[in-house]
Nanobody, 125 residues
Framework: QVQLVESGGGLVQAGGSLRLSCAASGRTSSSYAMGWFRQAPGKEREFVAHITWSSGMTYYAESVKGRFTISRDNAKNTVYLQMNSLKPEDTAVYYC??????????????????WGQGTQVTVSS
């Protein structure tokens, strides 16, 4: 089993930056890739970005491309989401999650088997 803990959320003004962290522990050898998702009030959980542990291959949602950067530190079993040029529409609870290889498309929540507790990001206008 893998345990995930997010941190780094908070309140920022539009145009500001935040860096989210997701620390993984437990049986991390089973984890192939990590994803970031977000969920705003009254909306479905939305894909943000994902990265593979081995190669560092990344993929981003169109809405955050060019503003957000996902990265990983394999030695620390930690994944980061650097969020720049934040907009009010980025306001949501942000979750990290892990998936195994061959689990399906990394852009869908159903492909992930373990989730963190979430961290709130609020962007004021």
């Amino acid at each position: 089993q893998v345990q995930l803990v997010e941190s780094g959320g908070g309140l920022v003004q539009a145009g500001g930056s935040l860096r989210l962290s997701c620390a993984a522990s437990g049986r991390t050898s089973s984890s192939y890739a990590m994803g970031w998702f977000r969920q705003a009030p009254g909306k479905e959980r939305e894909f943000v970005a994902h990265i593979t542990w081995s190669s560092g291959m990344t993929y981003y949602a169109e809405s955050v491309k060019g503003r957000f950067t996902i990265s990983r530190d394999n030695a620390k079993n930690t994944v980061y989401l650097q969020m720049n040029s934040l907009k009010p529409e980025d306001t949501a609870v942000y979750y990290c999650a892990t998936r195994k290889q061959f689990s399906g498309s990394g852009t869908y929540p159903r492909s992930y088997d373990t989730w963190g507790q979430g961290t709130q990001v609020t962007v004021s206008s």
